[in-house]
């Protein structure tokens, strides 16, 4: 039983960690911020999921589970509310997607400078 | 295990960390402080099973709640943010427009 | 970086990963502290402070060549000065044999059964509440008087007739926060929960009055935002907190005076109970609630203040915003 149980949280912390680095290199290396956010979004709730599940099975007695249970429900009501919100204010804000096609788009990309106004293209509409 | 699961942890906020600085708009950078948040938490809770203390759990806790408090400050007040600034950039906008065109 | 606001979110960083430094020390109370007043509510205040300045820093005419030279000198100073200090962890070291072991002895290990032992089993609440009591209940009345400082300084005055413009700004934002209101809703009776949890459990594990203070007031400003002020304010009656704020530091101080009028020392929680450990647990409890308190109202009041200004003035604005939003459409079309 207890060969069983530490397997099961190995697989877990692992897929977890597998899933998190998945998230990290999409953060890194994708190209506008809609496909970034979507790498961390979908890794990050699938990540702390199996990790915590992965702790849970190791943990030694009942209060720490039900710790390790609620913290997992926090992660999974907050995270994808936080997402939601943060894509929802950058898309209210004029930040357009990068579209493959639209080749000026790529040229805008690769000519950003570091003005960090929130959208490079065109003017913000304040208020939708 | 665990130690692996908490170096994983620990690249990936490096990752976050480039990001942030980098980060080409603020949402890249709200984005980046995010995921570093959602990471500190899982890492204090493997800490907290590394180094034997489950009291560490608290704070994980505490945490992903706050994590999500400024997120949502970040977010509520971008629209002020927008409207300060907009007669500062509205200038140099349209005359990177003209130049576009 | 001239962009205040992706400082502030650079220094959010900073904060989760001083945080994740003092967990790694295991000073869990410190990281505790850490996670919620600097990850969480002074990255709050510089953003409603950047919000009420406006975003971008002028350009700076004086070189800060100086400056950070000064800095850099400071530094490599401090940094020389460490090579002098013990090892971390050293029984050697000075902090470690000077007061740090008979507190240890009294709480912890309760091996000397002399007249002062707490009884607590946690090290930094009995140190914090009982020994350093009279230094507590000094940090409380600092943050009192800031609580005092903000009103007197940023207080906004309400005038009626703009409540209806302010309540339409809040209309508006219904459709755009429909999600975040939803999941609010469900999150604030656990926040609520988890803050009390803290609180009361200070005495067991990390934890205290100064933490749960700030989640409380974490789940009124989350509140606050997502529901609009006037809402808010409807739920938290401004004076009502005010009352609270100052109630707060009146029970840590009438603690304190009880204890002389039984014949013993300012805070001396032994006076409270015949038995010594249960007259300092109830002494504890006592100026933990009465610190819980006043935090989470000042912390509430601050918030309110600030965020008031800024609600004023957009309902002011409101009608140049408009305009100015009609500017971009037709831009735009362009």
Redesign the interface.
């Known amino acids: 039983m207890d060969t069983a149980l530490s397997i099961g949280s190995a697989i877990c912390l692992l897929l977890g960690s597998f899933l998190c680095l998945t998230g990290g290199i999409g953060i890194l290396r994708f190209p506008d911020f809609y496909t970034r956010m979507h790498a961390v979004s979908v890794s990050e709730t699938s990540a702390a999921g199996m990790i915590l599940i992965g702790l849970m099975l190791q943990s030694p007695d009942g209060i720490v589970v039900i710790k390790l249970v609620m913290i997992l429900l926090m992660v999974l009501f907050i995270s994808p509310a936080s997402s939601h919100a943060l894509a929802q204010s950058a898309m209210r804000h004029g930040l357009k997607p990068w579209l493959s096609t639209t080749v000026p788009a790529i040229k805008n990309k690769h000519n950003e400078t570091a003005s960090d106004i929130t959208s490079d293209k065109g003017v913000p509409p304040s208020n939708l | 295990?665990?130690i692996?699961?908490t170096i994983?942890?620990i690249?990936?906020m490096i990752?976050?960390?480039?990001?942030?600085?980098i980060g080409?708009?603020?949402?890249?950078?709200?984005?980046?402080?995010?995921?570093?948040?959602?990471?500190?938490?899982?890492?204090?809770?493997?800490?907290g099973?590394v180094?034997g203390?489950?009291?560490?759990?608290?704070?994980?806790?505490?945490?992903?709640?706050?994590?999500?408090?400024?997120?949502?400050?970040?977010?509520?007040?971008?629209?002020?943010?927008?409207?300060?600034?907009?007669a500062?950039?509205?200038a140099?906008?349209?005359k990177?427009?003209e130049e576009d065109s | 970086m001239k962009d205040l606001l992706a400082v502030a979110m650079l220094s959010g960083i900073y904060g989760l990963l001083s945080a994740s430094f003092f967990v790694t020390m295991d000073a869990v109370d410190v990281a505790f502290t850490e996670a919620s007043v600097g990850a969480g509510i002074s990255t709050l205040l510089m953003l409603t402070t950047i919000a009420i300045v406006g975003r971008f820093e002028r350009s700076q005419r004086h070189k800060p060549s100086l400056a950070l030279a000064v800095t850099f000198f400071t530094g490599v100073l401090l940094i020389y000065g460490t090579l002098d200090m013990p090892y971390f962890g050293s029984p050697n070291a000075p902090a470690n044999q000077h007061v740090a072991p008979q507190y240890l002895n009294d709480t912890v290990l309760g091996q000397d059964k002399s007249v002062n032992q707490v009884g607590v089993p946690n090290v930094v609440t009995a140190v914090l509440a009982s020994y350093r009591g009279f230094d507590t209940f000094g940090e409380v009345a600092v943050i009192f008087t800031a609580g005092i400082g903000v009103l007197a300084l940023l207080a906004v005055v309400r005038r009626p007739e703009e409540d209806a413009k302010i309540a339409a700004i809040n209309e508006s934002m219904h459709q755009k926060n429909l999600i975040l209101r939803i999941v609010i809703k469900v999150l604030i009776p656990f926040i609520l929960l988890f803050a009390l949890y803290v609180q009361f459990h200070g005495d067991y594990g990390p934890g205290g009055g100064f933490q749960a203070g700030v989640i409380f007031a974490a789940a009124f400003i989350l509140y606050a935002m997502l529901f609009g002020l006037s809402t808010a304010r409807r739920v938290i009656n401004q004076t009502l907190i005010q009352i609270l704020a100052a109630i707060g530091v009146l029970i840590y101080g009438s603690v304190g005076l009880v204890s002389i009028l039984n014949g013993r020392n300012f805070l001396d929680y032994n006076a409270l109970s015949s038995d010594s450990i249960a007259g300092q647990h109830l002494g504890i409890l006592v100026i933990e609630l009465g610190v819980g308190i006043t935090v989470t109202s000042v912390m509430v009041i601050i918030f309110f203040n600030f965020a008031g200004r800024l609600e004023n003035r957009e309902a002011n604005e409101s009608v140049t915003r408009n305009i100015s939003s009609d500017g971009h459409v037709t831009k735009e079309k362009l």
């Open positions: 295990m665990l692996a699961a994983a942890i690249i990936v990752l976050a960390i480039i990001r942030g600085v080409p708009t603020l949402y890249d950078r709200i984005l980046a402080v995010n995921m570093f948040s959602t990471k500190t938490v899982l890492l204090i809770a493997l800490l099973f180094m203390r489950p009291d560490f759990l608290d704070i994980a806790m505490v945490y992903a709640l706050i994590n999500f408090v400024s997120v949502i400050a970040v977010l509520h007040f971008s629209n002020d943010f927008e409207f300060r600034s907009s500062h950039s509205d140099k906008e349209s990177s427009m």
